[in-house]
């Protein structure tokens, strides 16, 4: 019983150690969409819809979706008709979503199984704050990029109106783990999700390592006052 506790009580560190953080995610994978949805009251329906809509997908399209999880981004993103695979590297998040009608694979976003220039768009939702090295991450998502591709990075942001950004930092830290503990299999990995925010560049920074990764004509639409950021970029063909 003692181990039982000791896992479902793990979380990653800030550092971002791989095999930490893809643990933490195989812990929280049965019940991580449902947990997302109830903590964001559903806006992340939205936000998922936004997405799909900023990569402009056509049918016949090849698309890469990073940190998939269990595929439920994937899912939107195939309405458009484009081929879609769904890669993370959580078995456990792979496995919870096996069932959905998505093409899956294990990947590390700073290693991908894949050959140069494979899809004509890459995705990451929510992930890219997780991996140990992102600069790195966004060049391996420009080498399996055709030129002329393009790229979107979904990422939870910096609100910008003040008076909002202060009262959502202090939801995430103290409100957030509070809401987790009644839905998550392991409520202390909210707490590094709320850390990880708090950590992250803000808009017109994270741009700006979107540009010196090699990618080009870098824009940022804001969602819901800035919690989320949609960033979208080009490969030069």
């Given at each position: 019983?003692?181990?039982?506790?000791?896992?479902?009580?793990?979380?990653?560190?800030l550092d971002k150690q791989p095999h930490e953080v893809a643990s933490m995610f195989d812990g929280v994978a049965k019940r991580y969409d449902i947990t997302n949805t109830v903590m964001t009251g559903g806006i992340d329906r939205y936000w998922r819809l936004a997405t799909r809509k900023a990569l402009a997908l056509r049918p016949g399209e090849r698309v890469l979706d990073l940190a998939a999880g269990t595929g439920v981004s994937t899912v939107e993103m195939a309405k458009s008709g484009a081929w879609c695979l769904a890669a993370d590297f959580s078995q456990g998040m792979l496995a919870a979503g096996r069932w959905r009608n998505v093409p899956m694979v294990a990947a590390d976003g700073m290693a991908l199984p894949f050959a140069d220039e494979s899809f004509d768009a890459v995705t990451i939702s929510y992930?890219?704050?997780?991996?140990?090295d992102p600069d790195l991450a966004l060049r391996e998502m420009l080498r399996v990029t055709k030129p002329g591709g393009r790229l979107v990075v979904a990422e939870f942001s910096t609100p910008?109106?003040?008076?909002?950004?202060?009262?959502?930092?202090?939801?995430?830290?103290?409100?957030?783990?509070?809401?987790?503990?009644?839905?998550?299999?392991?409520?202390?990995?909210?707490?590094?999700?709320?850390?990880?925010?708090?950590?992250?560049?803000?808009?017109?920074?994270?741009?700006l390592r979107i540009a010196d990764a090699g990618w080009s004509s870098v824009k940022w639409r804001n969602l819901t006052g800035g919690i989320?950021?949609?960033?979208?970029?080009?490969?030069?063909?």
């Open positions: 019983m003692a181990k039982i506790r000791q896992r479902e009580s793990f979380r990653a560190q992930g890219l704050r997780n991996i140990a910008t109106f003040a008076p909002f950004r202060t009262v959502y930092m202090e939801y995430l830290m103290k409100a957030l783990p509070q809401v987790a503990n009644t839905v998550s299999s392991n409520p202390d990995a909210y707490v590094y999700l709320a850390e990880s925010i708090r950590a992250w560049p803000n808009q017109a920074q994270l741009a989320v950021a949609l960033h979208r970029a080009y490969k030069l063909g």
